[in-house]
């Protein structure tokens, strides 16, 4: 099976500007797309650096000296980095969102297309799946997830619906989740089970949180000169990076010194967003939401 179809490939590399002899890190490694592109580019002297959380990600382990796969979410990747020695960077580039093989993978629960468990945890250790935050979450918290990670419409209809049925019986699979879907759906079936889907799994690996915390270290990370290159998929996740390379933080609010100069050392390198070109829409379905910022530390 294809654990992962690269979107972006060489538009996101390209826009890290890579030194031979530099420093570089993939916050996402998955099936190691990215990362192979950035060895191929890299020489002796060069070293690339790492990060997921899948323990099925580290079946694609690259076998190279210049490369150090990190066991780790990636909003530790600033304290992951000290312990290698590595306080600067020339590059940093990230493919938020799931994987492909993620998505295919019925036992991990993330698609509704077929029928498996109710996880969604994209590192197995987390305590919280899937099924536990339908089971456990309030009404009021499961319309807050629903209209803010999802824009469900009928946010509150549904988890009305999610705490009737549980009160009768507990959610364990995606059946138990899509049969209730299946009666309450509003406009294209296909949208509102997809946007039901994300908003649960960005609650359940709290994505919006642990990026806002690798956003912010990566001003810091990177060295003058440095990229950082970031392909997003929904609308959360990117006005959290546009945010961060306009004002320098993921609040988006420009901050001044004594003297009314900017504090923000990152300057936007695509003034218009990157997006993929027709033929890669053709080949690869998981393109068409995709979009890609570069900033670069002045």
Do not use: W
Not at 95 to 107: K, M, N, P, T, W
Not at 178 to 197: N, P, R
Not at 290 to 295: E, G, P, W, Y
């Amino acid at each position: 099976m294809t654990y992962h179809v690269p979107v972006l490939l060489k538009e996101s590399v390209d826009g890290l500007a890579i030194k031979p002899d530099g420093v570089y890190v993939d916050v996402t490694f998955g099936a190691g797309g990215h990362s192979k592109s950035i060895l191929s580019q890299l020489g002796v002297k060069g070293h690339l650096y790492a990060f997921d959380q899948d323990e099925d990600a580290f079946r694609n382990a690259l076998d190279d000296p210049r490369f150090t796969l990190v066991r780790s979410n990636f909003k530790y990747v600033k304290n992951f980095l000290r312990l290698y020695g590595v306080t600067e960077v020339d590059g940093i580039l990230a493919d938020l969102g799931v994987s492909s093989f993620q998505i295919d993978e019925a036992a991990r629960g993330f698609t509704y297309r077929e029928d498996g468990p109710l996880d969604m945890r994209m590192n197995q250790y987390m305590k919280m799946s899937a099924a536990d935050l339908l089971n456990s979450y309030t009404r009021d918290d499961l319309v807050y997830v629903l209209s803010n990670y999802g824009e469900v419409r009928n946010s509150k209809s549904l988890a009305q619906r999610i705490v009737e049925r549980r009160s009768k019986v507990s959610f364990r699979t995606i059946s138990d989740l899509t049969e209730l879907l299946d009666e309450i759906y509003m406009g294209s079936k296909h949208k509102y089970f997809a946007q039901v889907f994300q908003a649960i799994r960005i609650e359940v690996n709290d994505e919006i949180g642990v990026l806002k915390k690798m956003l912010q270290q990566c001003p810091s990370l990177l060295k003058e000169g440095g990229r950082l290159s970031v392909i997003s998929y929904h609308s959360l996740e990117d006005r959290l990076v546009k945010r961060l390379m306009k004002t320098g933080n993921v609040e988006g609010v420009l901050e001044k010194d004594d003297f009314g100069k900017s504090k923000n050392n990152l300057r936007i390198i695509n003034k218009k967003i990157i997006l993929p070109s027709d033929k890669e829409l053709g080949l690869n379905s998981r393109a068409r939401s995709a979009k890609l910022r570069i900033a670069e530390k002045m």
